[in-house]
């Protein structure tokens, strides 16, 4: 397990969904866990308090955990793992080059991403298919309807 408290305790570590988790999956959980080590978060670890606990990892960007951007961007999929929510969040100003490079996210427990932008919360118990969004970070979300997740 990666020791960090970012993650849930039953997390395995930080992982990219573009990267098949079997074979040397222990390897590479070393590896990213150390990558994420590494980041410079806006919120310091001891700094992250109770806010959404019990609802497992989140897939969210470092333009959320390290550049300290608000949350413009979510949507809930079928969840990639056990301890995986589902949940993935993006501040909006991702291209798709940067979502593609997995240096550039990680997995968190959601409890983390929600001290980094409480207005998630009231949206978590949305079911999977739910996306949301708003234009500025200071607006309320909207539901989207047209929205699908990739495939990949």
Same mark, same amino acid.
């Given at each position: 397990?990666?020791?960090?408290?970012?993650?849930?305790?039953?997390?395995?570590? @930080?992982?990219?969904? #573009?990267?098949?988790?079997?074979?040397? @999956? @222990?390897?590479?959980?070393? =590896?990213?866990? *150390? *990558? +994420?080590?590494?980041?410079?978060?806006?919120?310091?670890?001891?700094?992250?308090?109770?806010?959404?606990?019990?609802?497992?990892?989140?897939?969210?960007?470092?333009?959320?955990? +390290?550049?300290?951007?608000?949350?413009? %961007?979510? &949507?809930?999929?079928?969840?990639?793992?056990?301890?995986?929510?589902?949940?993935?969040? %993006? #501040?909006?100003?991702? #291209?798709?080059?940067?979502?593609?490079?997995?240096?550039? #996210?990680?997995?968190?427990? =959601?409890?983390? =991403?929600?001290? &980094?932008?409480?207005?998630?919360?009231?949206?978590?118990?949305?079911? =999977?298919?739910?996306?949301?969004?708003?234009?500025?970070? !200071?607006?309320?979300?909207?539901? +989207?309807?047209?929205?699908?997740? !990739?495939?990949?």
């Amino acid at each position: 397990r990666c020791p960090n408290p970012r993650f849930p305790r039953s997390t395995p570590s @930080a992982y990219s969904r #573009s990267q098949p988790q079997e074979g040397n @999956a @222990a390897k590479r959980r070393v =590896i990213q866990c *150390a *990558a +994420v080590a590494q980041k410079n978060f806006k919120l310091r670890a001891e700094d992250i308090k109770d806010l959404a606990t019990g609802r497992g990892a989140c897939f969210a960007t470092d333009m959320i955990t +390290v550049e300290g951007h608000k949350v413009r %961007f979510m &949507y809930r999929e079928k969840p990639d793992m056990d301890v995986d929510s589902g949940w993935r969040f %993006f #501040s909006g100003f991702e #291209s798709d080059e940067y979502v593609d490079d997995p240096n550039n #996210s990680a997995i968190y427990d =959601i409890n983390t =991403i929600a001290n &980094y932008d409480p207005d998630i919360i009231p949206l978590l118990d949305a079911p =999977i298919g739910s996306a949301f969004e708003r234009t500025d970070a !200071s607006l309320s979300f909207k539901e +989207v309807f047209d929205f699908e997740p !990739s495939e990949d």
